[in-house]
């Protein structure tokens, strides 16, 4: 491996810059240049971070000189991207999802792995201070039984990506990949799964709420609310809670402010039922700087995911999200769609053949 490891980033969007603002502290690599659907982003980065504009993903990837690939782009493009990529001998940090169908899936995995790449799905609440509190703690509450995972919005518009059509997934494959995967982060391996799904906002085309139950291979369940038709306390605050023999953890994650980020462990140490003996430890609020001022709330966590996949490319070792994990996250959504489409009727649902249908076989991600 050469002093200094060559990147491409492949999107120029939000997350594009933050991946770029990332790599730019980052002593052992250089930004070797940006592509971008509309040339204007990529140039508006190029000029910032004195690098190169490809007028193709061909072109960047041809580029001897890079040696991995953030891929930024819309989700309906990652698997091409990827394959690409891989296909280039490029090693890989992929914003979520991975892909969005099972076909998409293994694909990636075949080529991934013939050509012995590194691949890193980017879910960065794994690195959020909250969520590696609440892991290092999960111990202390015995054996564990239940986690709830509940993020909630309030979105009154029908346009836009995630409402338009299903060419990105849909709200539950937006948001819910992150919540499968950190439900699976925090209880282990997914076995069974159940879901109930609704399209709440008549002009709409794909579902806007999903309640998801998941089994683990522990017998552990973990419950997965996402809703764009209200809030709870603020918009995209996630609030969670662990459940054990010997007491609870509760939690929340605000990406969009600092002070709500906060954790606490509740052990029970009574030993008659209405005789209550609980000590309460809170997670000490010392918390890095915030590098992005969209998402104040995430504080270092990009730079540490950036961090992480470089390590991964230097040492040729696994990354910590590698793609079996962002697998298995989409593989929970498509099992959602799947048993929302085996447990219920069709009448909530427009017809059509981009419409939302509850059942399976019309799910337009299960068809592939």
């Known amino acids: 491996m050469k002093s200094k490891i060559g990147v491409g980033i492949i999107g120029c969007g939000l997350m594009g810059g933050i991946h770029a ?9 250089e930004i070797v240049g940006f592509q971008n659907r509309s040339r204007e982003k990529a140039e508006a980065l190029a000029k910032k971070f004195r690098a190169k504009v490809y007028g193709t993903v061909a072109e960047l990837l041809a580029d001897p000189r890079i ?4 891929i930024c782009s819309s989700q309906q493009v990652h698997k091409e991207q990827i394959l690409a990529a891989a296909c280039a001998n490029k090693d890989i940090l992929t914003e979520k999802p991975l892909a969005l169908t099972s076909g998409e899936l293994r694909e990636i995995e075949k080529v991934v792995r013939k050509r012995k790449r590194v691949l890193m799905v980017a879910h960065q609440l794994r690195f959020h201070p909250v969520i590696e509190w609440v892991r290092a703690n999960l111990p202390k509450l015995g054996p564990v039984y239940h986690l709830d995972l509940e993020m909630c919005f309030r979105i009154a518009g029908h346009e836009g990506r995630c409402w338009m059509d299903y060419r990105s997934g849909g709200f539950f494959m937006e948001l819910g ?11 282990g ?9 609704l399209r709440l906002n008549p002009k ?3 579902e806007d709420f999903t309640h998801c ?7 552990a369940t973990s419950s997965i609310l996402v809703s764009a038709n209200h809030r709870t306390t603020r918009q995209g605050l996630l609030i969670g809670r662990v459940l054990g023999a010997k007491g609870r953890i ?6 969009y402010g600092r002070d709500l980020n906060e954790a606490s462990l509740a052990l029970d140490r009574g030993k008659e039922v209405f005789v209550p003996d609980v000590t309460v430890r809170k997670m000490p609020r010392k918390f890095p700087p915030s590098q992005f001022e969209t ?5 270092d966590v990009y730079q540490r995911e950036v961090h992480a996949f470089l390590e991964a490319v230097r040492t040729r070792r696994q990354p910590p999200i590698p793609l079996s994990s962002g697998r298995s996250a989409v593989e929970v959504v498509l099992a959602a769609y799947a048993s929302q489409g085996a447990a219920t009727d069709r009448s909530n649902f427009l017809p059509g053949r981009l419409r939302y249908r509850a059942d399976a076989a019309c799910h337009p991600l299960l068809r592939r």
């Open 213 to 219: 139950i998941l089994q683990h291979a522990s017998n």
């Open 204 to 206: 709409r085309v794909t």
């Open 250 to 255: 509760d939690f929340t994650v605000y990406p």
């Open 189 to 197: 391996e997914v076995r069974n799964v159940h879901a109930h799904t």
């Open 67 to 70: 040696d991995a690939v953030s």
């Open 21 to 29: 603002e990332c790599y730019a502290r980052e002593k052992r690599c």
């Open 177 to 187: 990949v992150h919540m499968a995967d950190l439900s699976r982060h925090l209880l």
């Open 295 to 299: 998402y104040p709330g995430f504080f």
